[in-house]
């Protein structure tokens, strides 16, 4: 019923950025927050960053000051800015909404995830 999908993955150096996107499509009545998490290998997944309505963001402590998180309410959209990456923050990031679908019935729905290299 809800679809999303993530752009935006790639290989980059330590010290560079990149930018993830996040687009909600199908039946949204209201979307409730949107959010990026990341798994590593031998890893579990992990919170990264979310905004809920009334722009309430969180970010995990990793990523304060070099990842910053946007949506575009518009289009049903989230952002990930991420900068000055690190060979940690290496991972496949999948994206994450809490959705109503209609008054009262609420559903979470998960991207396929975009991998993100950070390697020199």
């Known amino acids: 019923q809800v679809t999303l999908v993530e752009s935006g993955g790639g290989l980059v150096q330590p010290g560079e950025s990149l930018r993830l996107s996040c687009a909600a499509s199908?039946?949204?009545?209201?979307?409730?927050?949107m959010g990026w998490y990341r798994q590593a290998p031998g890893k579990e997944r992990e919170l990264v960053a979310t905004v809920a309505s009334g722009d309430i963001i969180n970010y995990t402590d990793s990523v304060k000051g070099r990842f910053t998180i946007s949506r575009d309410n518009a289009k049903n959209t989230v952002y990930l800015q991420m900068n000055s990456l690190r060979p940690e923050d290496a991972a496949v990031y999948y994206c994450?909404?809490?959705?109503?679908?209609?008054?009262?019935?609420?559903?979470?729905?998960w991207g396929q995830g975009t991998q993100v290299t950070v390697s020199s």
């Open positions: 994450k909404s809490d959705v109503m679908i209609r008054i009262g019935v609420r559903i979470i729905a």
């Open positions: 199908g039946s949204i009545f209201k979307i409730v927050s």
